[in-house]
């Protein structure tokens, strides 16, 4: 018997390194551990927020759900005092150019304004460049007002 470390013969061995499976094999191996490597994420992420909203709090911040209801909220608050605002402001708006401009010429504006500022064609600044130089929409808004008196002549013609 050869224990303890006798010597009985020598032998000569030559060994090829073959990794073409390699590949095959770590991938099925990934594969069969599928559910324990979820099993840990999930509890490693369970443990991350835990760990996380108790920082949070000795530092005095609030967790990450009661942050996400406050931006919620914040951002409604926000959209509402910009609908009262923004209306407040367009009725202000309209106020003045019908008082400016009698005759449908300042409602006119105002609905050309409004429809444009609405749709993104122009933004708080391009309005208040065209609030300043109001004669191109004097222009247009008479333009459309002749034009809407024509065509309404002409159906009137029409049914006579």
């Known amino acids: ?19 073409s499976g390699f590949g095959d094999d770590v991938r099925r191996q990934m594969r069969a551990n599928d559910d324990d490597f979820e099993q840990a994420g999930e509890q490693s992420s369970a443990a991350y927020r835990r760990g996380f909203s108790r920082e949070m709090r000795k530092n005095g911040v609030l967790p990450q759900r009661d942050i996400d209801n406050a931006v919620r909220e914040g951002a409604g608050r926000w959209d509402a005092g910009g609908h009262v ?28 304004l409004r429809d ?28 459309q007002i002749i034009a809407d008196q024509k065509s309404r002549f002409e159906d009137l013609g029409r049914a006579v």
């Not at 106020?95 to 609905?111: K, Q, V, W």
């Open 85 to 112: 605002l923004g209306s407040a402001m367009l009725d202000g708006v309209r106020d003045e150019l019908e008082a400016r401009f009698p005759n449908d010429i300042g409602t006119t504006i105002f609905r050309n």
């Open 116 to 143: 444009q500022f609405e749709s993104g064609e122009i933004d708080f600044t391009g309005l208040k460049r065209s609030l300043r130089n109001l004669r191109p929409q004097v222009a247009k808004a008479t333009d």
């Open 1 to 19: 018997m050869a224990i303890g470390g006798e010597t009985i013969g020598r032998a000569y061995v030559r060994i090829l390194a073959d990794g």
